[in-house]
């Protein structure tokens, strides 16, 4: 069974750093496309970053790029976002997903199967 949990959110003020982890079963980071979402109150889900791991390419929302960066460690089949520079528009409850055998990716939701639970990041100013 696969399984993602997210790690490593919190509470930071404005400016400050988090680094998001995912935690995946049942799988390796081969062909897959891994990414990063994230959902706000009265908001839908956002993507934020993926990383189609077959190719070892990565690419960002408008509103993270600069700031935010993906990346894995396939020995921890763990998956990391790490946010630099956090804006009180970035709080969210922020998910990782995963759409295997794929090689080209985007951030549609709807090719995704497999979801973490959620971890909630909340940015004060």
């Known amino acids: 069974e696969v399984q993602l949990a997210e790690s490593g959110g919190g509470s930071v003020q404005a400016g400050g750093s988090l680094r998001l982890s995912c935690v995946g079963s049942?799988?390796?980071?081969?062909?897959?496309?891994m990414a990063w979402f994230r959902q706000s109150p009265g908001k839908g889900r956002e993507g934020v970053a993926y990383?189609?791991?077959?190719?070892?390419?990565?690419s960002y929302a408008h509103s993270v790029k600069g700031r935010f960066t993906i990346s894995r460690d396939n020995a921890k089949n763990t998956l990391y976002l790490q946010m630099n520079n956090l804006k009180p528009e970035d709080s969210a409850i922020y998910y990782c997903?995963?759409?295997?055998?794929?090689?080209?990716?985007?951030?549609?939701?709807?090719?995704?199967?497999?979801w973490g639970p959620g971890i909630q990041v909340t940015v004060s100013p």
């Open positions: 997903a995963r759409e295997p055998g794929s090689a080209m990716c985007t951030l549609a939701e709807r090719w995704y199967e497999n």
């Open positions: 049942g799988f390796t980071y081969e062909r897959e496309c």
């Open positions: 990383m189609a791991t077959s190719l070892d390419d990565s």
